[in-house]
């Protein structure tokens, strides 16, 4: 079965310092990975993905994600937070080949930046 | 990028009333959508796959004569709430795949935050 962790609740983080948002999952194969971001009573917005390459993705407003397949993790990154990037993550993958299935989301991540 | 809208972005009904959440892809055909609901706090969960053409396909646990899904046209699916109690406040997303390059994509609704009194 197909599943992803996010194992913080959430993740408190001074601005203008570094942060990190955990992703592990278990897929079968090499399955496309994706970060998403909600803001309050917003639908999902697209962060960045991995298909294949190079295993650092950047993506927008700042993020990129490291895709590490011994690991099976794709952790979000950023090296400078912003109070405005206080949100919801999601990590989701779809398994590699399967155009029309579903995402399969992990369970969230609630970032705080503070001033 | 690819648009998906949702409508209404908030609707608030009695008990008992059926409630109709459109999905409309915008900008490309999608063949297939995805309605998930969201949970306060918690992730979203898959409640079914809307096929145009054809029957609806629903995640265990989902009931299909609660969650009536219409897959009108390439552009549009619905989602109808009948019945609905104080339960079924939550947050509905829809999602559509499109191709892009590297593979297909799914592009998201901002949902609809539906709640029953």
């Known amino acids: 079965a197909q599943s992803v962790a996010q194992p913080e609740d959430q993740v408190n983080v001074a601005e203008g310092n570094p942060l990190t948002v955990k992703c592990t999952y278990s897929?079968?194969?090499?399955?496309?990975l994706f970060w998403y971001v909600q803001y309050p009573n917003r639908g999902l917005q697209f962060l960045l993905k991995y298909i294949t390459g190079d295993n650092l993705v950047k993506g927008s407003y700042g993020f990129e994600a490291e895709f590490n397949k011994s690991q099976t993790s794709f952790h979000l990154k950023k090296p400078s937070a912003l109070v405005s990037d206080s949100a919801l993550y999601f990590c989701a993958v779809r398994p590699r080949g399967s155009g029309n299935t579903p995402l399969v989301f992990g369970k969230g991540t609630r970032l705080s930046v503070i001033a | 990028g690819a648009v998906v809208s949702q409508h209404p972005s908030r609707v608030i009904c009695k008990s008992g009333t059926s409630v109709k959440i459109e999905c409309r892809s915008l900008?490309?055909?999608?063949?297939?959508m995805f309605w998930y609901r969201q949970f306060p706090k918690k992730s979203l969960m898959l409640m079914a796959t809307?096929?145009?053409?054809?029957?609806?396909?629903?995640e265990q646990g989902v009931e299909k004569d609660k969650f009536l899904i219409n897959h009108a046209s390439l552009t549009l699916s619905t989602l109808t709430v009948t019945s609905a109690h104080p339960e079924d406040s939550s947050f509905y997303i829809c999602?559509?795949?499109?191709?892009?390059?590297?593979?297909?994509?799914?592009?998201f609704g901002p949902g609809t935050r539906l709640t029953v009194l």
């Open positions: 999602s559509a795949p499109r191709g892009m390059p590297g593979g297909n994509e799914q592009f």
């Open positions: 900008d490309f055909q999608a063949t297939t």
């Open positions: 809307s096929n145009e053409g054809s029957k609806a396909t629903y």
């Open positions: 897929v079968s194969g090499n399955p496309y």
